[in-house]
């Protein structure tokens, strides 16, 4: 399945198996879970939920400074 990240700082697909966590699936479009939010239509996404089908995830880059 197709999974697409976009965001201000993010465009990227990535081909994943059913049941691939949104963690897994960001490290495999090259993307530091550590530093982002996901989310769908809304709603936040845990890093450990599963992905089952192709969908289009937003992407917001957590930032921290002093």
Known sequence: ?????HGTDVDAVVE??????VR???QAAGILPSMVIVSYDGTVLPHA?????SVNLLVTTI???G
């Not at 399945?1 to 990240?5: N, Q």
């Not at 994943?16 to 966590?21: D, H, I, L, N, S």
């Not at 939920?49 to 089908?53: A, E, F």
Request: aromatic share 4%; net charge negative; no cysteine.
């Open 16 to 21: 994943v198996e059913q049941g691939t966590t």
């Open 1 to 5: 399945m197709e999974i697409h990240f």
């Open 49 to 53: 939920t599963p992905l089952n089908q």
């Open 24 to 26: 897994t699936a960001l």
């Open 63 to 65: 930032s921290s400074g």
